[in-house]
């Protein structure tokens, strides 16, 4: 991470190629709106092998002059991101740099963060694709499972911004990525965490319960009453609108995805979904 701590430090307030027009104050660059957020968004996309990440990302970086947030991703125990490459290529959609570790051991969120690196690295590189196209000021975590967990590990870096994790698995796994219950308390960004109802793994009580009430930040329980443990395989099935409203909330300023979790708060009013939040902080 000390990579990423420069890269931070070098680049705050920097959100666009230094040697593109810079939009007036008046009408700054955006990334495009959406009608929906579970449909694909306006990006082409590709996939990069870089070292031991796959990273979706749009075809083309820097379109109108907008570098692009990072959304970091665990996979679940067993599992690799192929199993989830429909949903990170869904992200990647709608302008996000998705970089996933080839690891099925995400619990200590330390591979994760080895990919931030990796892209970190790039970002600086004159010539390269990502070149000064990477919004290092934005970075979010995701995961599944115990890739849930690393994610949570993640959200307590510095210079994290939110993280979402799906049904986090917080118990010890044998074998699996060590989780640091320690997290929980040391949030850097708001926290939306995801469970399913009928999840029989990773059960909202023993494994959400505890983020949710040792969370330091403002927190937004949702829980999606029919889902199992393996709704997030493949395109995350029901959980994929409103995990990329929430990252178009937080890394994009979007305020219509804002307005699914606050406000009016759309996902209030769906039966299939219950909402909580501690409003800590917000």
């Known amino acids: 991470m000390v990579l990423f701590r420069l890269a931070l430090i070098a680049l705050v307030g920097c959100s666009a190629n230094s040697e593109n027009p810079t939009p007036s104050p008046s009408e700054p660059a955006q990334f495009p709106s959406v009608e929906a957020f579970d449909v694909e968004g306006p990006y082409d996309t590709v996939i990069d092998d870089i070292n031991d990440c796959t990273v979706h990302r749009p075809a083309e970086l820097g379109t109108a002059g907008l570098a692009h947030p990072i959304v970091l991703w665990g996979n679940g125990t067993t599992a690799t991101p192929a199993v989830y490459a429909e949903l990170l290529a869904h992200l990647a959609s709608h302008g996000f740099v998705v970089a996933a570790a080839n690891t099925s051991n ?59 994790p799906l049904q986090p698995y917080i118990d010890p796994i044998p074998f699996g990525g060590r989780f640091e219950r320690e997290a929980l308390a040391n949030q850097t960004g708001p926290l939306a965490l995801f469970s399913g109802g009928s999840d029989q793994i990773a059960s909202p009580d023993e494994q959400q319960q505890p983020v949710f009430d040792e969370a330091n930040i403002y927190t937004v329980w949702a829980t999606l009453l029919s889902a199992s443990h393996f709704e997030p395989i493949g395109d995350a099935g029901r959980y994929r609108g409103p995990l990329t409203a929430w990252f178009r909330s937080e890394l994009m300023d979007d305020v219509d995805a804002r307005a699914r979790f606050e406000g009016a708060c759309a996902l209030c009013d769906d039966a299939d979904w219950t909402l909580e939040t501690n409003d800590v902080g917000r």
């Open 106 to 164: 995400a619990g200590s969120g330390a591979e994760m963060l080895d990919c931030l690196d990796e892209l970190t690295v790039r970002q600086g590189e004159t010539g390269d694709a990502y070149f000064e196209w990477l919004d290092l000021t934005s970075v979010g975590a995701s995961g599944h499972s115990q890739g849930g967990a690393g994610a949570l590990m993640v959200g307590a870096e510095p210079g994290v911004r939110t993280s979402a």
